[in-house]
C-alpha cells in the first residue's frame, strides 16, 4: 500500500482549505494555495519519519501557515524517502504542519525566514495514532508511464504480467517501443537504439541485443526510460534514440535480501536482490539466473535466378530446433560518503549467456527438371558469452545558493570487457541417416572499452543552467574464425575452402559537450547543445599484429551533433515540445564481423569491416495533456537516415541455390511517423493505458541485378501497431493485469515481414505481511505458439521464409523479502534525499 496512498495524501492536505481547482500533475496540492500567496526566495527543507526511526514517512503531508493571519500559504508532499521541500518563500514567520495516514499532526512553530535563506528544520518525526478506525480501503497506484521534460519513463514495478520474466517482456510494454517475437527491439521504427544500464553502457549489450535482454530480469528493473532526443551530454551512438533500463537498489540502513523466482513450461528464474547500508556505506548485492527451453521450426522455400538465361533453382528447406539457454547476471555496486557533498561509487557487473541450439535440417533442390534427393543435416549451434563491467565514479556536489541552482562536478570511469562464442558443429547425413562429413566453424570475438568521462555543472542564474565535459573511449575488437572439415571417422583438418582469418579493429572516440538549458519568466524551457566527436580507427586482418596482417583502410571522422529541445507550457495541465537532434550509429561487432557463417547453408550472413557510420537527422514534435483522469501524449516526427546501415542479399557465387547476406551502407532512409499514448484511471483501483504508432518509411539503396550488376532500387511503405494494457487492484491484497498487442507489416529494402499479435494475463496475491507475493502470468496461452514470415524479393531471387515459434507460456511467480529493518536508521544525508 506504500505507494498506492499518494492520491489520497494530496487530498487530505488540500482540504484543509476551501477554495479548490484542478489540479497539477507536477504539483498535486498548489491548487488549495491562495492565488495571492507572497512568494520570494526563501526555502524549508526537511525529512518525515516515524518517531522510532525505523522508516520515513513515505508521502507526509505539509503545510505551511502565516503565523499573523494562519493563513495556508504553500504546501507540498514528502517524497519516497521522507525528505520534503518548499521554495519561493516571502520572508516572515511561519508555522509548519506535517500529517499523514495513521500518525499523529507534528506542528513546528516559529520558523522565521530571511530573504533567500534556506531553512533546514531536519528530522521531524511523526508518533503513531493509537486511535481504533473502522477497516478502510486506501486505493491508488503510481502512475504507469511518466512524462518529463526530455523523457517517458516506464515505472516497471506496476507490471504484473512481466514477473519471473525477462527484460524483453517489459519494453514490450513501453510506449514508442516494439519488440518482435524474436526479442529485437526497434525504437519509432528504428532498429539502432542505445541501450544503457544505469545510464551506462554495459558489455553484456555489446554483442546480440536481443540476446542480451534475456540475461536482464524483469524483477530487477524499476524504470525503463525512453529518449528520442537526446541531450548533448549523452553519445551519439544509437541513430534511433536510447533506452536507459534503471534497476533497483534499496537505499535504508540495515540488512535487506529480497527473493523472486517463477517456474513455467517455456522457463524458470531465481533472483537474490540484497543490500546492507551502516553509517557512510553501502552495499549492494544481486544475482540472477534464468533458464529457457523452446521448440522452433521454420519453412524456407527459395527460387534464384542465374545470369545468361539459366534454369533457376528451386529451394525447399524444413528445420526443427529446440532452444536451450541459460543466462546469468551478478553484480556488485558500493557506495560510500566521503562527506557530506562528496560521494564514490563503484560497481562490478558479470554476464553470462549460454544459449544452444539444436537443428535438423531437411532440403530438397530443383534444378530445370532434376529434383535431387532430400539433404539432411543435424547442426548443434552455440552462442555463448562472458561479460564484465567495472566502474567507479565520483560524485563533488556544492551548496546551493538562494538565487541559483545546484552546482556539482563528477568523474566517472569504466572497463568492460565482452568474450563472445558462435561456434557450430555440423553433421551431413547420407540417404541412410547416417554421418557422410563433418564442419566445424569456430568463432571468438572479444569487445574491450575503456571510458574515463568527466562532467560539470553549474548555474549561471536562477534561469540558466550550464553543463559541459569531456568523454574518451578506447575500444578494441578482436573476431578469429575458422572453418574445419573431416570424415565420420577422421580427425578435423582446416577447410580449404574456407580459410581461417581474424580481424582486429581499434577504435578511438574523443568526445566534447557543451549544454545550456535556460527558463524564460513565461515557462519556455530551453535547451540548446552541441558535441562533437572524433573517431580514430586503426583495422587489420590477418593472424597477429607482428606478422601477417593486412591494414584495412578506413579514414578516420570527425562529427558535429547539435541537439535542441523546447518545452512550453501552454496550460496548467499542457506541454508542448520541440526537438531536433543529430546523432550516429557506428557499426557494431556482429556487423564488422567476416566471418562466413554457415549454420543453414542456404541463408549465409556476413560482416563488413569497412563500414562507415551512419548519419541521422531528427525533428520532433510532442504533445502532452491531463484531462481530468486521462492522461495523453501525442508525438510527430521525422527522420533521415543516411549512409544508412542495413543488410542487403544476393545469391552465392559458389554455393548452387544459397542466398548470401551482407552488412552495408545502402543510401538513404526518410521515416515520417506519429506515436499516441493514453493513460484513463477509470477509478482509483482500475486503469486502462493504450499506444498506437504509425510510420511511413521509404528506402532506397543499391544491389545487384541477375548478371550481377549493380542497380538502385527502393521501397516503401506504412507500418503500424498498437497495444492496449489495463490493471485491475481487487480486494484482499488482489491484483490483475491483462495486454494486448499487434504489430504490423515491417518494410525493407528487399521486401517485408507481416505482422503478429501478442497478449498476456497476469494475477498477484500479496502476502498479509506484505513481505512477498504470489503470482500467475500467462503469455499467448490460447494457441501452441504462432508463425511470421518474412518475404524478400530481387532480380537475383525470391525467398518465403516463415518461423514458427511455440512461445505460449505460463509461469508461477514467487517473492519474499528477508530481514528486519528494526532498530536500522534511515540515511539522512544526501544519498537519501536526492533523487535521480
Not at 522455400?301 to 533453382?313: K, R, S
Not at 501452441?784 to 521464409?801: E, I, K, P, Y
Request: charged share 20%.
Amino acid at each position: 500500500m506504500r505507494h498506492l496512498i499518494y492520491l489520497i495524501s494530496s487530498l487530505l492536505l488540500t482540504g484543509q482549505v476551501a477554495a479548490q481547482s484542478a489540479a497539477s500533475p507536477a504539483d498535486p496540492i498548489k491548487p488549495g494555495i491562495s492565488a495571492g500567496s507572497p512568494k520570494g526566495n526563501a526555502k524549508i527543507t526537511g525529512y518525515a519519519v516515524d518517531s522510532t526511526l525505523t522508516k520515513a514517512v513515505e508521502f507526509a503531508n505539509v503545510a505551511l501557515y502565516e503565523t499573523s493571519t494562519g493563513k495556508l500559504v504553500d504546501g507540498t508532499v514528502a517524497n519516497e524517502k521522507g525528505k520534503f521541500s518548499l521554495t519561493r518563500i516571502a520572508p516572515g514567520t511561519y508555522r509548519l504542519l506535517i500529517s499523514f495516514l495513521g500518525y499523529n499532526t507534528r506542528t513546528v512553530d516559529n520558523i522565521i525566514l530571511t530573504v533567500g535563506q534556506t531553512k533546514d528544520i531536519g528530522v521531524v518525526r511523526l508518533s503513531t495514532s493509537t486511535r481504533t478506525l473502522n477497516e478502510v480501503t486506501v486505493a491508488g497506484k503510481k502512475a504507469l508511464v511518466e512524462d518529463k521534460v526530455d523523457r517517458l519513463v516506464y515505472n516497471a514495478d506496476s507490471d504484473l504480467a512481466a514477473k519471473g520474466g525477462d527484460a524483453t517482456d517489459i519494453l514490450k510494454k513501453v510506449p514508442m517501443l516494439s519488440v518482435d517475437l524474436l526479442g529485437n527491439v526497434t525504437l519509432q521504427g528504428s532498429s539502432s537504439v542505445r541501450v544503457l544500464i544505469n545510464n551506462k553502457p554495459s558489455s553484456i549489450l555489446a554483442g546480440n541485443l536481443a540476446d542480451a535482454l534475456r540475461q536482464i530480469p524483469a524483477d530487477l528493473i524499476k524504470t525503463v526510460e525512453v529518449i528520442t532526443s537526446p541531450s548533448a551530454k549523452y553519445d551519439s551512438e544509437g541513430s534511433g534514440g536510447i533506452i536507459n533500463i534503471i534497476t533497483k537498489k534499496n537505499t535504508l540502513q540495515g540488512l535487506h535480501l529480497d527473493v523472486d523466482s517463477g517456474l513455467g513450461n517455456r522457463n524458470a528464474t531465481l533472483g537474490l536482490n540484497g543490500s546492507f547500508r551502516k553509517g557512510n556505506l553501502g552495499v549492494n548485492l544481486n544475482g540472477n539466473g534464468r533458464v529457457i527451453y523452446n521448440p522452433s521450426a521454420s519453412d524456407l522455400n527459395q527460387t534464384t535466378f542465374l545470369a545468361a538465361g539459366a534454369a533457376p533453382v528451386r529451394t525447399n528447406q524444413h528445420i526443427k530446433a529446440f532452444d536451450k539457454g541459460v543466462f546469468a547476471q551478478y553484480a556488485l555496486g558500493l557506495d560510500y560518503d566521503l562527506a557530506k557533498n562528496q560521494s564514490l561509487t563503484a560497481g562490478v557487473r558479470l554476464g553470462i549467456r549460454n544459449l544452444t541450439m539444436d537443428q535438423h535440417q531437411t532440403t530438397t533442390l530443383l534444378s530445370g527438371e532434376r529434383l535431387s534427393l532430400p539433404s539432411k543435416r543435424d547442426v548443434n549451434s552455440q552462442n555463448l558469452s562472458n561479460s564484465i563491467d567495472v566502474n567507479v565514479d565520483y560524485l563533488h556536489t556544492y551548496p546551493s545558493t538562494a538565487n541559483r541552482g545546484k552546482k556539482e562536478f563528477s568523474l566517472s570511469s569504466q572497463y568492460s570487457q565482452n568474450k563472445l562464442t558462435n561456434n557450430f558443429d555440423a553433421n551431413q547425413l547420407d540417404t541412410l541417416g547416417l554421418i557422410s562429413s563433418r564442419q566445424k566453424n569456430l568463432n571468438d570475438a572479444t569487445n574491450q572499452e575503456f571510458i574515463l568521462q568527466s562532467d560539470y555543472q553549474m548555474p549561471l542564474s536562477q534561469r540558466v543552467q550550464l553543463e559541459f565535459g569531456g568523454k574518451n573511449t578506447l575500444r578494441q575488437v578482436t573476431s578469429l574464425y575458422q572453418y574445419l572439415l573431416a570424415s565420420p571417422t577422421s580427425a578435423f583438418d582446416p577447410d580449404e575452402n574456407r580459410p581461417s582469418g581474424s580481424l582486429h579493429y581499434d577504435q578511438n572516440i574523443a568526445a566534447a559537450y557543451l549544454s545550456t538549458t535556460f527558463t524564460t519568466r513565461n515557462k519556455l524551457a530551453i535547451m540548446t547543445g552541441l558535441r562533437y566527436e572524433y573517431t580514430s580507427i586503426q583495422a587489420w586482418t590477418g593472424g597477429s599484429k607482428a606478422g601477417g596482417q593486412e591494414p584495412i583502410s578506413i579514414p578516420n571522422y570527425g562529427r558535429l551533433l547539435p541537439s535542441i529541445n523546447l518545452a512550453k507550457k501552454i496550460r496548467e495541465n499542457a506541454t508542448l515540445k520541440l526537438a531536433y537532434t543529430r546523432r550516429i550509429r557506428r557499426p557494431f561487432i556482429d556487423d564488422l564481423n567476416p566471418n562466413f557463417n554457415t549454420v543453414n547453408p542456404l541463408n549465409i550472413r556476413l560482416g563488413n569491416p569497412y563500414l562507415k557510420p551512419e548519419t541521422v537527422d531528427r525533428i520532433e514534435v510532442g504533445y502532452s495533456t491531463q484531462l481530468k483522469k486521462t492522461y495523453l501524449n501525442f508525438t510527430l516526427y521525422t527522420r533521415l537516415n543516411t549512409d544508412d546501415i542495413q543488410s542487403i542479399s544476393q545469391r552465392s557465387d559458389t554455393l548452387v541455390g544459397a542466398v548470401v547476406t551482407r552488412v552495408t551502407n545502402l543510401g538513404k532512409e526518410y521515416n515520417y511517423g506519429s506515436n499516441v499514448f493514453a493513460t484513463v484511471n477509470l477509478t482509483p483501483r482500475w486503469s486502462v493505458n493504450a499506444n498506437l504508432d504509425v510510420m511511413y518509411r521509404f528506402i532506397q539503396g543499391l544491389a545487384l541485378d541477375v548478371n550481377g550488376l549493380s542497380t538502385q532500387i527502393s521501397n516503401q511503405g506504412f507500418r503500424w501497431g498498437g497495444r492496449i494494457d489495463t490493471q485491475l487492484q481487487l480486494d484482499k491484497d488482489w491484483a490483475v493485469q491483462a495486454n494486448i498487442g499487434y504489430r504490423g507489416k515491417d518494410i525493407n529494402l528487399q521486401g517485408y515481414r507481416i505482422g503478429f499479435a501478442q497478449y498476456s494475463l497476469g494475477a498477484r496475491k500479496d502476502f498479509s505481511n506484505k513481505r512477498g507475493s504470489l503470482g500467475l502470468a500467462a503469455e499467448n496461452f490460447l494457441t501452441r505458439g504462432m508463425g511470421f514470415t518474412s518475404v524478400l524479393t530481387s532480380a537475383q531471387f525470391n525467398q518465403d521464409f516463415r518461423q514458427y515459434i511455440y512461445n505460449a507460456s505460463v509461469r508461477a511467480t514467487f517473492s519474499y523479502k528477508i530481514g528486519s529493518l528494526n532498530g536500522a536508521k534511515v540515511k539522512m544525508n544526501k544519498s537519501l534525499g536526492d533523487e535521480n
